[in-house]
């Protein structure tokens, strides 16, 4: 069965820093592309970051220019550099791989890591 699990969340001031990790297993996962997602309470899930296969990225604007995605293939493991830290930026923070192969899509998700940011 696949899966991801992320780590790294926590509670931060504003203005700090967090490195989110999700390690991958199960899947081939140069193939997939990878994303961070959030959902804050109330609030609908958005993409924060996503990263491709061959390492292209898009992120959303409200992060854009604080957060970066990479990932690691060796290692089978996406992250989520965040920096910055705004109190706007608390969510529970989901890491997704997502493989679209002859018109079948393949999605799978983590089980979610909590970011706090106190202002």
């Known amino acids: 069965q696949v899966q991801l699990v992320e780590s790294g969340g926590g509670l931060v001031q504003a203005g700090g820093s967090l490195r989110l990790s999700c390690a991958a297993s199960?899947?081939?996962?140069?193939?997939?592309?990878m994303g961070w997602y959030r959902q804050a309470p109330g609030k609908e899930r958005e993409l924060v970051a996503a990263?491709?296969?061959?390492?292209?990225?898009n992120y959303a604007d409200s992060v854009k220019g604080r957060f970066t995605i990479s990932r690691d293939n060796a290692k089978n493991t996406v992250y989520l550099q965040m920096n910055s830290l705004k109190p706007e930026d608390t969510a529970v923070y989901s890491c997704?791989?997502?493989?679209?192969?002859?018109?079948?899509?393949?999605?799978?998700w983590g089980q979610g890591t909590q970011v706090t940011v106190s202002s």
């Open positions: 997704n791989a997502r493989l679209i192969e002859y018109r079948v899509t393949y999605d799978y």
């Open positions: 199960r899947i081939i996962f140069s193939i997939y592309t």
């Open positions: 990263i491709t296969s061959g390492g292209s990225t």
